[in-house]
C-alpha cells in the first residue's frame, strides 16, 4: 500500500526474512529485506500496491511435501519470519527421511540442490528453540547423503550445530549431536572440522548430562569421531568424555548403551594409555554386562571394546576375565546375530593369546562347541574370528588340544581352509597348525577330517598368510611315513618348493621346515621333492634367508643328502656347497649344526668329487671351528663332516690338519657327549689311517689319554671307533715313547 504524506502510522508487525546478510550476489540466499506491517492512524485512501511476500501457510508446506518438490518447498523460506520457518524445515526433514543406510537418496540431493541448506543454517544460529531442533533435524537427514556432508560443511554447520548441542533445548541438542554423528562418518575432514568448531566437550557434557536421546545421540557422535585419528581420540579423552561413556554404558537406554560401547570400542583401539584411561574409568564391568543383557547391537558393541581393550595388554586381559566377561562372550558367541557371534570370538581370540589360566577359563565358560559350531555355520567375519580364537586356545596345551578336537572343530576347520575367504583360510589352517603339533592321535584325526589337499592348495593359491599357516601347518603333520606319503599325495610338494623361492621370511621357513621333514621319507618322496624344484631355492634360501630360514633350508638340505647318490649330486648342482660352509661359519647355533650335518651327508660314501669341492667350498675351517666351539650338536655334526672327508684321500687329511681340527677332535672326545666323542674318534681314527705324520699329530694333540678313557666309558660306538683309532696310533705312541727315553 502506498500512503498520504503526513499519514499518521503504527507498526504492527515486523518480519525479518534476512538468511545470510553476507550475501551480495544471489538474492534467493541473501532473502528480502525486513518487513514492517504498519495501520493508518488517520483517515485518507491508501493507493494499492501488490502485496510484500508472505509467511508461508502450512497448506503451502503441506502441498510441497505432497508433492515431492523440492524447489517449491524451499522457496517457501523467504517469506518465512524468524519463528515461522519451523513447518518449512519440518517439510525439508520429511522429505530428507529415506532410510539411514541409503547414502545417495536422489531427494536428498534435490534438496541439497534446491538451496536448503543456507538456509537450515541460518535458522540454528538465529532461530527459535523450535526452529534450531527443526534445522537440526533436516541437517542430519541431508548428510545422511554422501555428497551433502561437504555442503552442509561449506555451508557453514559446524558452528552453529556445536554451540547448539551446547545451548539448545533437549530436542535441539539431540539432532545437533545426531547431525554431527552423520557428518563425522568417514569423512577425515570433517571429523578435524567438527573438532576446530568445538563440538567435542558439548558432546562429552550431553552424555553426561543429557536426556536418554541427547545421550544416545551424543555418543553416537563420539563413536563416528573416534575412528581412525589417534589425536581425535586423545581430544575427546580430554574433553571428558570417558566416564560420562562408561556411566552410558551402564545406566543408559538400549541405543545409549550400544553407542556408547561403541564410542569405547573405537577409543580403545591402539593407545595404550587411553585403554587404561577407560579401565579407570570403571567401564569394563558395564560392558561385560552389556555382553551379557544389552539388546543385539550392544552386545556386538560392548564385544567389539572388549576386543580392543584386550589387544596387548596383559593387565587387561586379567582385568576383563575379572569383570566376569568370559560367560557372556562365550554365549554370544553362541546365541548372538552375526556381528555379535563375530566380534565375541575375536575378543575371546586376543584373550586367550599367551596366557594358560585364561585360556583354561574360556574353555571353563563353554565356548569350544559355539566356536566350533561358529567356524562351520558363521558369516565370513564370524567363520574368521571363531578360527583365529581356536587357533589362540590350541596352542600349548594338550588337554585344549583335545577338548577342541572333541567339541567337532576339525571338520569345520578344513572346510574353512578349503572354502573360506582369505582371513578364514588363514585362520582356520593357523588353528591345524597348532592342534598338529606333538600329538599323533590329533594328527591322525586331522588328515581323516579331510585337511591335506585344502592345505596343499591352500600353500599354492593363499595369500601370504595363508601360505605361511599352511605350511606350518603341513610342518607339523609331516611325521612318521603313512603322512609323509599322504602330504605328498596331496600335491603338497610343488606349492612347497614355490613357497621357499618366492614367499615372505616365515613363509619360506615354514615350508622349508615341511620338507625338511617330508625328507625324512623314502628315496622316492626325496627324489619327488628334487623333482618338484625344491633344491635350488633351498640352495638360495641358505645363502640369503634369516637365521631360521638358513636353518630349517640347511636341515631339509640335511634330510635330503642321506643315503641317495643321485640326490647329493643335484644338492652339489643346486650352488649348496659354498652356503652350506659359509653358515657352518657365520650361522646362529642352529645353522652352523644343520649345515655341518648337510656336509656330513654330503661327504658320506665314496664320491671323492663331492668331497673335493666341500673343501674347495672353504669348509674345513669352519668344521673345525665348529667342533671347537660349537654347542654338543654341532660339535657331533662338525666331527661326522670331518670324519667322512678324511677316508682314503691323503690330501683332504693334510688339509683338515692345517686347518687346526686335531686339538679341537681330541678335545671333543675328552668332553663331548656321547654322540659328539664317538664322531671325534671316527675322525681321529680317518685321518691316522695310513699317514705316520698325521697319527704323530693326533699324539702330540692330546688324543691318547682322552681315546683310552672312551675306550674304557664310552657308549658302544665310541667305545669301538676309540679302540679302531688307538690301534691305529699304537705305533706311532710307542715311538713316541721311545724318543722319550732315549732323552
Given amino acids: 500500500m502506498l500512503f498520504r504524506p503526513l499519514a499518521e502510522l503504527c507498526i504492527t508487525a515486523a518480519v525479518c526474512n534476512i538468511i545470510d546478510p553476507k550475501e551480495e550476489r544471489d538474492i534467493s540466499k541473501s532473502g528480502h529485506p525486513d518487513m514492517v506491517m504498519l495501520t493508518q492512524l488517520d483517515e485518507g485512501e491508501a493507493m494499492p500496491v ?90 542430519f537427514k541431508l548428510a545422511r547423503n554422501d555428497p551433502n556432508k561437504a555442503a552442509i560443511v561449506a555451508a557453514g554447520a559446524l558452528v552453529p550445530l556445536a554451540a547448539l548441542v551446547r545451548d539448545g533445548d533437549a530436542q535441539g541438542k539431540a539432532y545437533a549431536a545426531r547431525a554431527l554423528r552423520n557428518l563425522a562418518t568417514g569423512d577425515a575432514a570433517n571429523k578435524a ?31 563416528n569421531l573416534a575412528g581412525g585419528d589417534a589425536a581425535i581420540k586423545a581430544a575427546i579423552v580430554a574433553a571428558g568424555a570417558l566416564v560420562p561413556l562408561a556411566a552410558l554404558v551402564r545406566d543408559g537406554d538400549a541405543q545409549g548403551k550400544a553407542n556408547a560401547a561403541g564410542a569405547l570400542w573405537n577409543l580403545a583401539l591402539g593407545d595404550a594409555a587411553i585403554k587404561a584411561a577407560i579401565v579407570a574409568a570403571d567401564a569394563l564391568v558395564p560392558l561385560a554386562a552389556l555382553v551379557r543383557d544389552g539388546d543385539a547391537q550392544g552386545k556386538a558393541n560392548a564385544a567389539g571394546a572388549l576386543w580392543n581393550l584386550a589387544l596387548g595388554d596383559a593387565a587387561i586381559k586379567a582385568a576383563i576375565v575379572a569383570a566376569d ?79 577342541i578336537v572333541a567339541a567337532g572343530a576339525l571338520v569345520p576347520l578344513a572346510a574353512l581352509v578349503r572354502d573360506g575367504d582369505a582371513q578364514g583360510k588363514a585362520k582356520a589352517a593357523g588353528a591345524l597348525w597348532n592342534l598338529a603339533l606333538g600329538d599323533a592321535a590329533i594328527k591322525a584325526a586331522i588328515v581323516a577330517a579331510g585337511a591335506l589337499v585344502p592345505l596343499a592348495a591352500l600353500v599354492r593359491d593363499g595369500d601370504a598368510e595363508g601360505k605361511t599357516k599352511a605350511a606350518g601347518a603341513l610342518t607339523n603333520l609331516a611325521l612318521g611315513d603313512a603322512a609323509i606319503q599322504a602330504i605328498v599325495a596331496a600335491g603338497a610338494l610343488v606349492p612347497l618348493a614355490a613357497l621357499v623361492r618366492d614367499g615372505d621370511a616365515q613363509g619360506k621357513a615354514n615350508a622349508t621346515g615341511a620338507l625338511w621333514n617330508l625328507a625324512l621319507g623314502d628315496a622316492a618322496i626325496k627324489a619327488a621333492i628334487v623333482a618338484a624344484g625344491a633344491l635350488v631355492p633351498l640352495a638360495a634360501l641358505v645363502r640369503d634367508g634369516d637365521a631360521q630360514d638358513k636353518a630349517y633350508a640347511a636341515g631339509a638340505l640335511e634330510n635330503l643328502a642321506r643315503g641317495v647318490a643321485a640326490i647329493k649330486a643335484a644338492i652339489v648342482a643346486a650352488g649348496a656347497l659354498v652356503p652350506l660352509s659359509a653358515l657352518v661359519r657365520d650361522g646362529d647355533v642352529e645353522g652352523k649344526a644343520k649345515s655341518a650335518g648337510a656336509l656330513r651327508n654330503l661327504a658320506g660314501g665314496d664320491d671323492a668329487a663331492i668331497k673335493a669341492a666341500i673343501v674347495a667350498a672353504g669348509a674345513l675351517v669352519p668344521l673345525a671351528a665348529l667342533v671347537r666351539d660349537g654347542d654338543a650338536q654341532g660339535k657331533a655334526k662338525a666331527a661326522a663332516a670331518l670324519q667322512n672327508l678324511a677316508l682314503d684321500d691323503a690330501a683332504i687329511k693334510a688339509a683338515i690338519v692345517a686347518a687346526g681340527a686335531l686339538v679341537p677332535l681330541a678335545a671333543l672326545v ?47 660306538e665310541g667305545k669301538a671307533k676309540a679302540a679302531a683309532a688307538l690301534d691305529i696310533l699304537r705305533m706311532a705312541a710307542n715311538s713316541a715313547a721311545g724318543d722319550a727315553s732315549k732323552k
Avoid at 519463528?83 to 520429511?94: E, K, L, N, Q
Fill in 325 to 403: 566377561a568370559l560367560v557372556p562372550l562365550a554365549a554370544l558367541v553362541r546365541d548372538g546375530d552375526a556381528q555379535g557371534k563375530a566380534y565375541a570370538a575375536a575378543a575371546l581370540q586376543i584373550l586367550a593369546l599367551g596366557d594358560a589360566a585364561i585360556k583354561a577359563a574360556i574353555v571353563a565358560a563353554g565356548a569350544l562347541v559355539p566356536l566350533a559350531a561358529l567356524v562351520r555355520d558363521g558369516d565370513a567375519e564370524g567363520k574368521a574370528n571363531a578360527a583365529g580364537a581356536l587357533q589362540s586356545l590350541a596352542a600349548g596345551d594338550a588337554a585344549i588340544k583335545a577338548a
Fill in 193 to 223: 572440522a567438527i573438532v576446530a568448531a568445538g563440538a567435542l566437550v558439548p558432546l562429552a557434557a550431553l552424555v553426561r548430562d543429557g536426556d536418554a536421546e541427547g545421550k544416545a545421540d551424543a555418543a553416537g557422535a563420539l563413536r
Fill in 670 to 716: 675328552r668332553d663331548g657327549d656321547a654322540e659328539g666323542k664317538a664322531k671325534a674318534a671316527g675322525a681321529l681314527r680317518n685321518l691316522a689311517t695310513g699317514d705316520a705324520a698325521n697319527k704323530a699329530a693326533i699324539v702330540a694333540a692330546g688324543a691318547l689319554v682322552p681315546l683310552a678313557a672312551l675306550v674304557r666309558d664310552g657308549d658302544a
Fill in 50 to 139: 501488490p502485496p510484500p511476500h508472505q509467511p508461508a501457510s502450512a497448506a503451502a508446506v503441506e502441498r510441497a511435501v505432497a508433492d515431492a518438490d523440492p524447489a517449491a518447498l524451499v522457496a517457501l523460506f523467504p517469506g518465512c519470519a524468524i519463528g515461522a520457518r519451523t513447518p518449512v524445515a519440518s517439510g525439508i526433514a520429511i522429505l530428507a527421511d529415506a532410510p539411514p543406510g541409503q547414502s545417495t537418496d536422489p531427494m536428498r540431493g534435490a534438496l541439497a540442490a534446491a538451496g536448503a541448506l543456507p538456509p537450515l543454517v541460518a535458522m540454528l544460529g538465529n532461530g527459535t528453540a523450535e526452529e534450531q531442533a527443526a534445522a537440526a533435524e533436516a541437517l
